[in-house]
């Protein structure tokens, strides 16, 4: 394993490093009761040809055996639950840091193929992490001390079995095609969840359109990709963890025609033969363990990779608010932002700037491709500009504290997620806290009746991505879990496209409500929408080319004059 990933590993098991310690030790005794085996039962049959009383011998050897059992089912818990709470560690270092990783890293990869390293990668962690260090060291010190013995037994019988062992260091060879199969079918599982992620995620489109064969036959080469990597990587730790016991096995054979031959001219007893014999097959287990430790290595380095691939991913600092929340609106600025979203694409905005005063709504409107809804992922710090600065009541966001300010802010995206749970979860995610102002906020936004309307009320699960929810509902929902954080600045992405009329109306008596407490930006295509804004901002292709009310942009903006009397026209009807 590279040295990186012994470092990794090193530091998922530091924190065990005393239940690791009594697991390795209980192995030691495992094995020294497991090696005082033989010497017990060459006593045995030694005082059976001398006609001498062997009951002392069994009783003993009956102590070793259940001593051995009892010690070895205790070592290999111990070893077992240690193993399990690394994978359990560094489950929750990866969690942890996917869920603060910045979008732009995220927007670079497969969801899928990240619960794949959350879950199937630390898996691999099990394995390694008690073979890597416990294995090791129980597993050669068992080997040599089995060595020894044989030599003290005889040494000649012993120079045979070392040509054995030396034959079993051809497992070195494959060594490396066993960490790059590994990594290839580890690669491949985490394809194989990115592509049923996207069909499950859209499956109504995918039913929609007919495509179910058409994905089912992605779907299956996808796994049979996994498939392939996984018989691959299972072929060479194969030849790895048996190498070692077929030369123990051809070992045996020449050993038992050598050790008879010699038992025969009176070199060595019978008692002498059968304890070396014991030996011989003593050394498969530590042989196999060793070679199957190589084989893992390579495994447990291939997961490290792909885990510390994420870990090394920009993250967004993990801090907690530090001031004490703020209940007046907000001003915002744009000063000459530019922005993009990798450096290969082509920019977003183009110098964009404008003054918000705090207070009131401000709706921005333009053709689709216009930048708006970037303003708002800019605000929210998801990206950051390219070039220029936004200020939040004059400070530059890139200065503030993340955490105090998204605290500060409520945002409602454009597909107003809900989360797998019940109606009350979701509505209270962004502020559990808010539990005394639910009703207010239930009937602010209409949800009232909703709630009644369920049958379990706010208990009610509301299915995966709300999917029990219609989407005028998930939108109410997603404004009221805005609302409940009493935001400075309330960002609304096209909210009201799937509410009817009445609820519509009912959303903007809302919005009228809140600009007195928070400042309101909206993007937006309905006119009714539109024309209640205080001041509207205009975007076209990157860039702000208006700002005024309704009535002064209609006579002095010919763009938003086109958009008024089509797009925006058209979606209020």
């Given at each position: 394993?590279?040295?990186?990933?012994?470092?990794?590993?090193?530091?998922?098991?530091?924190?065990?490093?005393?239940?690791?310690?009594?697991?390795?030790?209980?192995?030691?005794?495992?094995?020294?009761?497991?090696?005082?085996?033989?010497?017990?039962?060459?006593?045995?049959?030694?005082?059976?040809?001398?006609?001498?009383?062997?009951?002392?011998?069994?009783?003993?050897?009956?102590?070793?055996?259940?001593?051995?059992?009892?010690?070895?089912?205790?070592?290999?818990?111990?070893?077992?639950?240690?193993?399990?709470?690394?994978?359990?560690?560094?489950?929750?270092?990866?969690?942890?840091?996917?869920?603060?990783?910045?979008?732009?890293?995220?927007?670079?990869?497969?969801?899928?193929?990240?619960?794949?390293?959350?879950?199937?990668?630390?898996?691999?962690?099990?394995?390694?992490?008690?073979?890597?260090?416990?294995?090791?060291?129980?597993?050669?010190?068992?080997?040599?001390?089995?060595?020894?013995?044989?030599?003290?037994?005889?040494?000649?019988?012993?120079?045979?079995?070392?040509?054995?062992?030396?034959?079993?260091?051809?497992?070195?060879?494959?060594?490396?095609?066993?960490?790059?199969?590994?990594?290839?079918?580890?690669?491949?599982?985490?394809?194989?969840?990115?592509?049923?992620?996207?069909?499950?995620?859209?499956?109504?489109?995918?039913?929609?359109?007919?495509?179910?064969?058409?994905?089912?036959?992605?779907?299956?080469?996808?796994?049979?990709?996994?498939?392939?990597?996984?018989?691959?990587?299972?072929?060479?730790?194969?030849?790895?963890?048996?190498?070692?016991?077929?030369?123990?096995?051809?070992?045996?054979?020449?050993?038992?025609?050598?050790?008879?031959?010699?038992?025969?001219?009176?070199?060595?007893?019978?008692?002498?033969?059968?304890?070396?014999?014991?030996?011989?097959?003593y050394l498969m287990p530590p042989m196999r363990q060793l070679a199957n430790v190589a084989a893992q290595y390579q495994v447990?380095?291939?997961?490290?990779?792909?885990?510390?691939?994420?870990?090394?991913?920009?993250?967004?600092?993990?801090?907690?608010?530090?001031?004490?929340?703020?209940?007046?609106?907000?001003?915002?600025?744009?000063?000459?932002?530019?922005?993009?979203?990798?450096?290969?694409?082509?920019?977003?905005?183009?110098?964009?700037?404008?003054?918000?005063?705090?207070?009131?709504?401000?709706?921005?409107?333009?053709?689709?491709?216009?930048?708006?809804?970037?303003?708002?992922?800019?605000?929210?710090?998801?990206?950051?500009?390219?070039?220029?600065?936004?200020?939040?009541?004059?400070?530059?966001?890139?200065?503030?504290?993340?955490?105090?300010?998204?605290?500060?802010?409520?945002?409602?995206?454009?597909?107003?997620?809900?989360?797998?749970?019940?109606?009350?979860?979701?509505?209270?995610?962004?502020?559990?806290?808010?539990?005394?102002?639910?009703?207010?906020?239930?009937?602010?936004?209409?949800?009232?009746?909703?709630?009644?309307?369920?049958?379990?009320?706010?208990?009610?699960?509301?299915?995966?991505?709300?999917?029990?929810?219609?989407?005028?509902?998930?939108?109410?929902?997603?404004?009221?879990?805005?609302?409940?954080?009493?935001?400075?600045?309330?960002?609304?992405?096209?909210?009201?496209?799937?509410?009817?009329?009445?609820?519509?109306?009912?959303?903007?008596?809302?919005?009228?409500?809140?600009?007195?407490?928070?400042?309101?930006?909206?993007?937006?295509?309905?006119?009714?929408?539109?024309?209640?804004?205080?001041?509207?901002?205009?975007?076209?292709?990157?860039?702000?080319?208006?700002?005024?009310?309704?009535?002064?942009?209609?006579?002095?903006?010919?763009?938003?004059?086109?958009?008024?009397?089509?797009?925006?026209?058209?979606?209020?009807?």
């Amino acid at each position: 394993m590279a040295d990186g990933a012994w470092r990794d590993l090193l530091g998922y098991i530091r924190p065990f490093r005393t239940s690791l310690l009594l697991g390795g030790l209980l192995s030691l005794a495992t094995a020294a009761t497991g090696l005082a085996l033989p010497m017990v039962v060459r006593g045995l049959i030694e005082g059976l040809g001398a006609d001498r009383g062997i009951v002392g011998l069994l009783v003993l050897m009956t102590v070793l055996v259940v001593f051995n059992a009892a010690i070895g089912a205790l070592g290999s818990f111990i070893l077992e639950r240690t193993a399990e709470s690394v994978v359990l560690v560094a489950r929750q270092r990866l969690v942890s840091q996917l869920l603060w990783l910045r979008v732009p890293a995220l927007d670079e990869r497969e969801p899928g193929d990240l619960m794949s390293r959350v879950s199937a990668d630390t898996t691999l962690l099990r394995e390694v992490s008690t073979q890597s260090l416990v294995s090791v060291v129980t597993n050669a010190v068992t080997l040599l001390a089995t060595v020894v013995l044989m030599a003290s037994l005889d040494p000649v019988l012993l120079a045979v079995t070392l040509a054995a062992l030396i034959l079993a260091q051809v497992v070195v060879g494959v060594v490396p095609r066993i960490r790059r199969a590994a990594k290839q079918a580890q690669e491949s599982v985490g394809t194989m969840s990115a592509a049923l992620e996207r069909v499950l995620g859209n499956l109504r489109t995918v039913k929609a359109s007919t495509a179910e064969e058409r994905e089912s036959a992605h779907l299956h080469a996808a796994a049979t990709d996994a498939w392939r990597g996984g018989v691959r990587a299972a072929k060479w730790q194969a030849i790895a963890g048996n190498m070692g016991g077929l030369a123990i096995q051809l070992s045996f054979i020449v050993v038992l025609g050598l050790g008879g031959a010699r038992v025969v001219s009176g070199a060595i007893n019978v008692g002498t033969l059968v304890a070396f014999l014991l030996y011989l097959f003593y050394l498969m287990p530590p042989m196999r363990q060793l070679a199957n430790v190589a084989a893992q290595y390579q495994v447990g380095a291939a997961a490290i990779a792909r885990i510390r691939e994420i870990e090394s991913l920009p993250a967004e600092p993990r801090d907690p608010p530090t001031a004490a929340p703020v209940r007046t609106p907000a001003a915002v600025t744009f000063e000459e932002v530019h922005f993009r979203y990798r450096p290969d694409l082509p920019e977003i905005h183009h110098g964009v700037g404008f003054t918000i005063p705090a207070g009131g709504m401000t709706a921005f409107v333009g053709p689709s491709g216009a930048g708006k809804t970037t303003v708002f992922s800019l605000i929210e710090r998801f990206y950051d500009p390219t070039a220029g600065r936004i200020l939040l009541d004059g400070q530059d966001i890139q200065t503030l504290p993340l955490a105090d300010l998204r605290t500060a802010i409520g945002y409602v995206e454009q597909d107003a997620p809900v989360l797998s749970g019940t109606l009350r979860e979701n509505l209270l995610f962004g502020a559990p806290e808010a539990e005394r102002e639910l009703a207010e906020v239930l009937a602010l936004t209409r949800l009232d009746a909703l709630v009644n309307r369920l049958p379990d009320g706010l208990e009610t699960p509301v299915g995966h991505r709300g999917v029990k929810l219609s989407g005028g509902e998930r939108q109410r929902v997603a404004i009221a879990r805005a609302l409940l954080r009493h935001p400075r600045l309330l960002l609304l992405d096209e909210v009201t496209s799937q509410l009817d009329a009445v609820n519509e109306a009912a959303l903007r008596e809302t919005i009228a409500d809140v600009t007195h407490t928070t400042t309101v930006l909206v993007v937006a295509h309905r006119l009714s929408t539109v024309t209640m804004a205080d001041r509207i901002v205009v975007m076209d292709t990157g860039k702000v080319r208006a700002i005024g009310t309704h009535d002064q942009l209609l006579t002095q903006d010919p763009l938003y004059a086109e958009l008024a009397a089509t797009q925006l026209l058209a979606a209020a009807d």
